[in-house]
């Protein structure tokens, strides 16, 4: 199900995001809507981290998996051609979402059903209604602008 367009988070923004959720070497993140790969990619190579992202749009997933095996990564980041809602996302320590508002609130059952206690979900520029988040962040991604220009969720479970 098409619930969200592809627009790719800033590497600034993916690091912050990362940095919030406290992502540790070894556990598992997983990109709901993985895009281009960014989140995941640097999951890996800055974080250690294990990825896990999920991309509907069938060119998006293949394109992202060519970048994964060029940079040597497949070991520890993989990208599922599927619908959200039908991959468990159990094994997941860390979710980041930039998706919107009204796809956040299609995907919160989901969230609520599969995740662990404990497991953290990030979100850029939406929250998800009905959760309260541990921490919201304005985040200026180019300090020159003098603005926050993002804000950033964080949620626990």
């Known amino acids: 199900m098409?619930?969200?367009?592809?627009?790719?988070?800033?590497?600034?923004?993916?690091?912050?995001?990362?940095?919030?959720?406290?992502?540790?070497?070894?556990?598992?993140?997983?990109?709901?809507?993985?895009?281009?790969?960014?989140?995941?990619?640097?999951?890996?190579?800055?974080?250690?981290?294990?990825?896990?992202?999920?991309?509907?749009?069938?060119?998006?997933?293949?394109?992202?998996?060519?970048?994964?095996?060029?940079?040597?990564?497949?070991?520890?980041?993989?990208?599922?051609?599927?619908?959200?809602?039908k991959v468990d996302l159990s094994p997941a320590d860390v979710v980041y979402l930039y998706l919107t508002t009204s796809a956040n609130e299609k995907v919160r059952p989901k969230l609520e059903a599969d995740l662990k206690q404990g497991a953290r979900v990030v979100s850029h520029d939406y929250e998800i209604v009905g959760w309260k988040p541990v921490k919201v962040e304005r985040f200026c991604e180019n300090p020159r602008l003098g603005f926050p220009t993002h804000t950033l969720y964080l949620y626990k479970r």
């Open 2 to 85: 098409f619930i969200s367009p592809f627009v790719a988070s800033p590497t600034a923004v993916i690091r912050r995001l990362l940095t919030l959720a406290e992502l540790k070497p070894g556990e598992v993140l997983f990109d709901l809507g993985a895009g281009d790969g960014g989140p995941i990619i640097m999951a890996a190579q800055e974080f250690g981290a294990r990825a896990v992202g999920i991309e509907l749009r069938r060119d998006l997933a293949r394109k992202t998996t060519k970048k994964i095996y060029d940079l040597g990564l497949q070991d520890r980041v993989k990208v599922i051609n599927s619908d959200i809602f």
